[in-house]
């Protein structure tokens, strides 16, 4: 299927490089072949990690001198497998229809053009990366840090939350660069997102009205299906939510879907 | 401006506490020595797609205890940074939305300067974010902020942090996460003011990472002091003196 094809990629990216180029597409095919590469790699450097910890933990005393010969040589150890932590990725779409008085750009640095000081509150509406489901919305801040004339944009820090109804909520912190795509840290969450961790891939469709998000998060159990939902939408200037979804009609939801 | 009063009064109560701060001990910023060497390239972990996977709770848990089991068996990463305000990025704003004559809740400070490696050899990128004033504390001649900001470290990724800023003493803050090599990062951060609000040392505590902080960024940090200054080289972000596309 192009679309699930399409999300391998993505993936693949962030191991390259989570911090994104201007050729996001050409990017993603190179990071592609490498990512087998990569992830056999990363299994015997973490069979290391855990047999180093295996030794120190042990302390046999009659095999100690022995056993450190070897760990000091070289941790060629017996095949354990230790169970490298499971990144779950979520995409959604984040589209401010302009419905809820956002952004609020508060001016406050008193200057002509965008300085440091002005803030922007904002709260837009979160559908799923299928665009089938209005799940919430998104809330929080954006602090503008400086005007990046070369680049005609700005660089802003945004604190900000996912709101998913019923599920919960993710916290977010990091750049948000209106000329680039960025990777914010994710901070925590609530609900099935209690004690999650890991980052969030933020890119820009249409400024500042449409972006979608690929989370990667670690920490939490399998997330549902409904959030999961069918392949994303591939990312375009053009894209809507479905008209079920919307209109919030009944199927086009998540149970109590954040307002 | 009130601001810059109240920077008076507090750099004359912060040469007491920063003679303080010498009296306690500098942690070294040494990497530890379980630490074994990963490859250079910026792989990161294997990523198991949940294509359809939901094959209930249990699994994934005992997932996250194997996984924390395997991630603890890392030791703390240090990692000292300077953060310098050279007074060329109109920083900090003083919000005084407070409408207050004295520092009040209500004023926010919106605020980024520059970021170098502990030793002073790299200039690495920014710091960005917001303090709250919480409140002003006359008996200690400053004030409590609530600050939340984060450390860019150009290509490598950022580290995002949270928590009290007072400018009268140490404080440490929560590090929230990352993004880059410091993905999926937690543990605290030790703020050392060393000239409010110019100079800043801070000693970060890693956990949860999964590679290495690169040696690049652990050089041997300068004994913190008010006199601190970054090589030329880096303050003129030189290029050996700047690690890959360092934030600006």
Same mark, same amino acid.
Request: hydrophobic share 35%; net charge positive; with cysteine.
């Given at each position: ?29 190179? /990071? ?22 295996? =030794? ?6 009659? *095999? ?14 017996? %095949? ?31 200057? %002509?053009?965008?300085?440091?000081? *002005?803030?922007? %509150? ?7 990366? *299928?665009?089938?489901?209005?799940? #919430?919305?998104?809330? /929080? ?23 998913? /109804? ?7 912190? #990091? ?5 680039? *795509? ?8 609530? /609900? ?12 820009? &469709? ?20 409904? &959030? ?8 375009? %200037? ?18 109590? =879907?954040?307002? | 401006?009130?601001? $810059?009063?109240?920077?008076?009064? $507090? ?5 007491? $506490? ?32 949940? !294509? ?38 109109? !920083? ?43 409140? +002003? ?12 900001? !984060? ?73 913190? !002091? ?18 890959? +596309?360092?934030?600006?």
């Amino acid at each position: 299927m192009a679309s699930s094809s399409y999300l391998k990629p993505i993936s693949s990216h962030r191991l390259s490089n989570p911090r994104s180029q201007p050729h996001f597409q050409s990017q993603q095919q190179l /990071g592609f072949a490498h990512s087998q590469a990569f992830a056999t790699r990363h299994l015997k450097l973490s069979k290391a990690a855990h047999d180093q910890d295996h =030794f120190s933990a042990k302390r046999c005393s009659k *095999d100690f001198t022995t056993r450190a010969f070897f760990f000091n040589k070289k941790p060629k150890s017996p %095949p354990v497998s230790p169970k490298p932590t499971k990144v779950q990725e979520l995409s959604v779409y984040e589209i401010n229809e302009r419905d809820r008085g956002s952004p609020a750009f508060l001016k406050l640095s008193q200057k %002509p053009q965008n300085s440091l000081g *002005d803030l922007v %509150p904002f709260s837009n509406k979160l559908y799923s990366g *299928d665009l089938q489901k209005r799940l #919430g919305i998104t809330c /929080g801040l954006c602090v503008l840090i400086q005007h990046v004339p070369e680049k005609k944009g700005d660089r802003y820090e945004a604190t900000y939350s996912f709101y998913f /109804g019923d599920y919960g909520h993710i916290s977010v912190q #990091g750049a948000y660069l209106t000329y680039e *795509d960025t990777c914010l840290a994710v901070t925590g969450g609530s /609900g099935i997102f209690e004690g999650v961790y890991g980052q969030v891939k933020l890119r820009q &469709l249409v400024f500042p009205i449409k972006l979608f998000y690929t989370f990667y998060l670690k920490g939490i159990a399998d997330l549902p299906a409904e &959030l999961l939902g069918n392949a994303a939408v591939i990312p375009s %200037p053009s894209v809507e939510p479905a008209p079920a979804a919307k209109a919030t009609e009944p199927h086009g939801i998540i149970k109590n =879907f954040t307002n | 401006m009130a601001y $810059s009063s109240s920077a008076l009064r $507090s750099i004359s109560s912060l040469k007491s $506490s920063a003679a303080r701060s010498h009296a306690s001990a500098i942690v070294p910023t040494k990497p530890s020595l379980l630490s074994f060497k990963l490859a250079q390239n910026p792989c990161l972990l294997t990523k198991t797609t949940s !294509s359809g996977n939901f094959s209930g709770t249990k699994r994934s848990f005992s997932c996250r205890s194997q996984a924390s089991s395997t991630e603890n068996s890392r030791p703390v990463q240090e990692l000292s940074v300077y953060e310098i305000n050279e007074r060329d990025r109109g !920083s900090p704003a003083y919000l005084r939305l407070s409408q207050k004559s004295v520092n009040s809740l209500g004023d926010l400070v919106p605020f980024s300067n520059k970021l170098y490696t502990g030793d002073l050899q790299k200039r690495v990128g920014i710091t960005a974010g917001i303090c709250v004033l919480i409140q +002003n504390k006359p008996e200690k001649k400053g004030d409590r902020y609530e600050a939340i900001y !984060s450390f860019y470290f150009g290509d490598y990724g950022h580290i995002a942090v949270q928590g009290s800023y007072l400018t009268y003493e140490d404080t440490y803050l929560a590090v929230t996460g990352g993004s880059g090599i410091f993905e999926g990062v937690y543990g605290q951060v030790k703020l050392q003011q060393l000239v409010f609000p110019f100079k800043l040392f801070y000693t970060f505590y890693l956990k949860g990472m999964t590679k290495d902080v690169p040696a690049e960024l652990l050089g041997k940090a300068v004994e913190p !002091s008010p006199a601190v200054e970054p090589s030329p080289a880096a303050k003129a972000c030189e290029p050996n003196a700047v690690i890959a +596309n360092y934030t600006d």
